[in-house]
């Protein structure tokens, strides 16, 4: 069973950066496509952006050109860089491992979850 550990949260300014990381454990990290999500309060978990086992990357519309999902199988990492930071980007950000190799955006498609990490941009 794969566990998944997300870290690299916190306050940043408008128009700042950060980069999340997402730790997996427990099993073939390179066998799954790796999602991250967020959710801010009141509102529905949504898909951000996901990664397949070989690179192939995809981004929900409001993170195209702002955030860059990547991953080090070696590390059995994968990371989630933020760039140009909005204060409607304000949420818990997670980290999840899909029962496929492939890239997916519904929830139903990840099996393993972190715990999240919070992220919150200020005006």
């Avoid at 799954?32 to 967020?38: E, I, P, T, V, Y």
């Avoid at 059995?76 to 955006?105: F, G, H, I, W």
Wanted: charged share 15%.
């Amino acid at each position: 069973q794969v566990q998944v550990v997300e870290s690299g949260g916190g306050l940043v300014q408008a128009g700042g950066s950060l980069r999340l990381s997402c730790a997996a454990s427990g099993g073939t990290f390179i066998g799954h496509g790796m999602g991250w999500f967020r959710q801010a309060p009141g509102k529905e978990r949504e898909f951000v952006g996901a990664i397949s086992w070989s690179g192939t990357t995809m981004y929900t519309d409001s993170a195209k050109g702002r955030f860059t999902i990547s991953r080090d199988n070696a590390k059995n990492t994968v990371y989630l860089q933020m760039n140009s930071l909005k204060p409607e980007d304000t949420a818990v950000y997670y980290c999840a491992a899909s029962t496929t190799r492939t890239v997916t955006s519904g929830l139903s498609g990840y099996s393993y979850w972190g715990q999240g990490t919070q992220v919150t941009v200020s005006s």
